[in-house]
């Protein structure tokens, strides 16, 4: 009885269902900050023996791509509606190229759409409406959210780097991920709003 509430309270036990089940929900749901829950046990990861960090980026990867295809597959199994809602306002050759794109770099897209801040949900929704195949979008989902999961440990690593503490390498993790969110949805802006005047 002692070693089973022992294992309660050991931070693994709670550390691991934490990053798994938080990647995942902020994958459904963007209501989580997925990159900070990754950054923070990268850096417990790094100054402690609490966690281990092949298996932190291995969960976040798995957690990540069962929201990123249960998000694709809703678009896919509704896309009547969905590319309807998506089409909205949008005019037919607007979506033939969108539909052009995805045939010929979709998997570029997907790739980008899970590293830039607020990019995932429509390339992901866009993909699946617009009839992407399994076969090509899966693949790429395990790159990109592999890809994701070492970005953003790499900045809880920076962070446990510099810090022994774990309460403070971890606060700086979640700091650096809303720095470089921040800083690259400002670069995403700013390359839409010239693509968009090139467009004109």
Partial sequence: MIALAG?????????????????????????????AVVGAAAAIATTTDHLSLPIVVLLATVGALLGDLTTFGVARVGSDAALRWVARGQPPERLAAARTRFATRGWQLVVVGRLVPAGRIPVLLAAGTLGYPWRRLVPAAVAACLLWAIAYAALGIVSGGLFDNPLIATLLAALLVLVVGGLSSLVATYVRRRRHEADR
């Avoid at 691991?16 to 209501?31: E, I, R």
Wanted: net charge negative; glycine share 18%; proline share 14%.
């Fill in 7 to 35: 294992s309660f309270t050991d931070p693994s036990t709670i550390g691991y269902p934490a990053v798994f089940g938080g990647v995942l929900l902020g994958s459904l749901v963007p209501v989580v900050p997925t990159g």
